[in-house]
């Protein structure tokens, strides 16, 4: 554990890293922490430091720039996130309750806004399947012959699909789906649900044939598309002209992002409700020169998908990671009203 004055040094210089990209010196942290001790005081710490791997010297004559164990300690035990202004979370919030239509539209705007505040690129995820079975089943009518199946797994998984219904969408009609085709798929697995499946199930309910049928196939459909995690990424490009970030962490960011699976892999890995990966704790080479922050967002209290900013080693932590944690929660606070319906 470092001492009072180390870390306050150490805090200052990660700081003065993060604003400017260039090393700091003794003379600069004395004035701008008004730590009461000699220069030689400060310089020595500061070689303590470099000595024991929280800072490292690029050039002789030149300050100390953070190690990436020093951004460690940083972010863990010097800072904390900060909450977005209130005229931001209300920003926020009206945009993502806006698009709260369906779980789709609500991820996609969540990693823009995301993207949009930070100026990095960022990410949000549907929930991971694994062993997923069918939780829940809602029917909402959205026309006079159109409905929209919500299907919400074990796993938090909320997807959605519209179909056509061969008759006039009441409320009648929408409380027989939702009675029957819950207790006929209530706990199956969605690697159960396929064609042969649904014929079977279409052809126990001979007196609905006419009304089922459209329900199956939506189902079927979306049972399918809910096995495979999905990404929505925003603000890919804002990496190539953001002044902080050097051409090889973009390119690296960039190259990474396009593997969707080994994108999904690393961010569901994580069980903490937020952290951030810096470097090397990513085990990507693409990676090694960035940070990753990450955030999972619950479904009814059952943790589920991720909300991640992608962006530079040095980038702000206490602002980056407030945004994603708020962003996170209102994410899954949107979702879980969408599973009451």
Do not use: W
């Amino acid at each position: 554990m470092l001492t009072d004055r180390k870390q306050k040094i150490l805090k200052a210089i990660v700081e003065g890293y993060i604003q400017t990209g260039e090393p700091v010196g003794s003379k600069t942290l004395l004035s701008e922490t008004g730590i009461d001790v000699s220069p030689a005081t400060v310089r020595n710490d500061m070689a303590d430091l470099t000595t024991r791997g929280y800072l490292f010297q690029p050039h002789t004559s030149a300050g100390r720039a953070p190690s990436q164990k020093g951004m460690r300690y940083y972010v863990d035990n010097l800072m904390s996130p900060v909450t977005p202004p209130e005229r931001v979370r209300d920003y926020i919030d009206a945009k993502l309750s806006a698009a709260a239509d369906t779980p789709e539209q609500l991820l996609r705007e969540a990693a823009k806004l995301l993207s949009d505040y930070t100026g990095y690129a960022a990410v949000t995820t549907t929930p991971p399947s694994g062993d997923a079975r069918v939780h829940r089943l809602h029917f909402i009518g959205t026309g006079r012959h159109t409905v929209m199946v919500v299907l919400v797994t074990s796993s938090g998984m909320v997807r959605s699909k519209l179909f056509r219904s061969n008759f006039v969408v009441t409320n009648e009609v929408l409380e027989i789906l939702r009675e029957t085709l819950n207790k006929a798929l209530s706990g199956v697995p969605l690697s159960q649900i396929n064609k042969p499946f649904m014929q079977t199930v279409a052809a126990s309910f001979t007196e609905l044939f006419l009304v089922i049928p459209q329900a199956l196939t939506a189902i079927m459909e979306i049972a399918a598309s809910a096995q495979v995690v999905q990404l929505c990424l925003s603000g890919e490009t804002k990496l190539l002209f953001a002044p902080e970030v050097d051409p090889v962490t973009s390119r690296g960011i960039l190259g990474f992002l396009s593997d969707t699976e080994q994108v999904a892999k690393l961010l569901l890995s994580q069980k903490s409700s937020l952290c951030a990966y810096l470097g090397t704790e990513c085990r990507r080479a693409e990676l090694l020169t960035a940070a990753v922050i990450c955030a999972r967002y619950e479904i009814e209290g059952t943790t589920a998908g991720a909300v991640a900013l992608f962006g530079p080693g040095r980038m702000d932590f206490a602002d980056a990671m407030g945004a994603v944690n708020y962003i996170s929660q209102s994410v899954g606070d949107l979702l879980s009203e969408m599973v009451d319906l």
